[in-house]
């Protein structure tokens, strides 16, 4: 490669779009149940992925359980060569340190972050996907508060967060977090529903890559049925706008 096609090739870099998806996986004891779909909805969901229109895309694959609540399996991979997860590397065990891994997490996305900054290499797209079957319940180190303070820093930074739960009450931990409801996905504990969850990870993925915004993507997901609103409870957050052609019903007080 002469001079000029090492600078084209630093032009492209710089110009391309950088996306890095982080996929919080949790691997307490309950999650055996689904072990295999889990394992098998990851690499479909890997698969899908692949076909993202998008020059310049890492994943990063972190699980969690009691025993090691930040076990890093892939590491800013190319999505091209992610490779598949095994029932050598997903071995259900423990219990949710949910808080304490969502901030070790977002300590290790935040200092690639500012090492690319000092670098000068371009900022990526941060997405950061949590996937769990249950509910915290072991954090020794990190609280709600603290937690909710974190992801909002993030959050104005311009990343953005997916909570997949099959938990009795999948709204609890994400609204102690600080997430939208609308940022939660709520799914059957089995296999089955762990594999749909992972097809509406794709397609919520997909969509923020392709620059929607996140009202566009529950019109769209609501049209292909993977959108799951959450229970009423007050008080509520600000209802989404209401499509064209639908009139908004009244809220009662």
């Not at 990851?42 to 609540?69: K, P, S």
Request: glycine residues 8%.
């Amino acid at each position: 490669m002469d001079d000029t096609e090492v600078t084209m090739a630093v032009r492209d870099e710089a110009e391309g779009t950088h996306v890095h998806l982080y996929v919080l996986l949790d691997r307490s004891g309950s999650m055996n149940a689904m072990r295999d779909d889990v394992i098998g909805g990851f690499n479909g969901f890997v698969e899908d992925q692949r076909t993202v229109a998008v020059g310049h895309y890492v994943l990063t694959l972190v699980l969690f359980d009691t025993t090691d609540r930040h076990r890093v399996v892939f590491d800013a991979v190319p999505i091209h060569e992610v490779p598949a997860l095994t029932r050598d590397l997903y071995v259900p065990r423990g219990g949710t340190p949910l808080f304490d891994a969502t901030w070790a997490l977002l300590h290790r996305a935040s200092e690639r972050a500012a090492a690319r900054r000092a670098g000068g290499a371009p900022p990526e797209q941060v997405i950061v996907a949590i996937f769990t079957d249950g509910e915290e319940n072991d954090s020794k180190h990190i609280t709600g508060p603290r937690l909710r303070e974190g992801i909002g820093r993030c959050e104005r930074a311009g990343w953005s967060f997916l909570h997949l739960s099959a938990a009795p009450d999948a709204y609890r931990d994400p609204k102690a977090m600080g997430l939208h409801d609308r940022a939660v996905h709520r799914f059957a504990a089995d296999g089955a529903g762990a594999r749909s969850a992972f097809d509406t990870l794709s397609f919520r993925t997909t969509q923020m890559i392709d620059g929607h915004d996140l009202h566009s993507l529950l019109a769209e997901a609501r049209a292909l049925g993977t959108f799951d609103p959450p229970a009423p409870r007050a008080p509520s957050p600000p209802p989404p706008p209401v499509p064209a052609g639908r009139r908004r019903r009244r809220r009662r007080s």
